[in-house]
């Protein structure tokens, strides 16, 4: 009998670690700038860190490379169509309601990283976050640099 490795397309689910975060201390507060692309780039560094918060766990039970098997060097890569910066900006428009004072927008900081976490959940093509080395993560990237969003079927099921 031999033990089955969680390497090599694994089969586990990011699900569980999703309903995990969303049950944690989210942000507070509200943000107001003048459109997406701003609370982007405001709020793009700390929802970096979120993923790597909430997923640490995640990393650490695939365990190895999801392409060469290697357990160093281990991080999260995005799925092909779902990339971080995409959920992102998918999850302020979501959220984002108009904010008459400044013509502008208004965001939740709560409700984003709810949305966003949200949309990691897995879709009908799979899990959303690969377990990959840094070398297989930005071949990874290189290969697939031209696939087009995909929003998911799944992503907003409450
Ligand atoms: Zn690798």
Redesign the pocket.
């Known amino acids: 009998m031999t033990t089955p490795s969680l390497a090599h397309g694994s089969p586990l689910s990011l699900d569980p670690y999703v309903e995990r975060a969303l049950r944690r201390r989210a942000p507070r507060g509200a943000i107001v700038a003048e459109d997406v692309a701003a609370v982007e780039r405001f709020v793009g560094v700390l929802f970096c860190r979120v993923i790597q918060t909430h997923f640490n766990t995640f990393v650490r039970d695939v365990g190895a490379?999801e392409?060469?098997g290697?357990t160093h060097a281990l991080e999260r890569a995005h799925r092909a169509g779902c990339e971080r910066p995409q959920l992102l900006r998918h999850a302020i428009s979501l959220v984002a309601r108009p904010h008459p004072a400044s013509n502008g927008i208004e965001v939740d900081a709560g409700s984003l990283h709810a949305a966003f976490l949200r949309l990691h959940r897995d879709d009908a093509a799979g899990r959303r976050l690969l377990v990959?080395?840094h070398?297989?993560h930005r071949a990874y990237d290189a290969e697939n640099k031209d696939t087009p969003f995909r929003e998911g079927s799944a992503a907003m099921a409450p």
């Open positions: 490379c392409r060469c290697t990959l080395c070398a297989c």
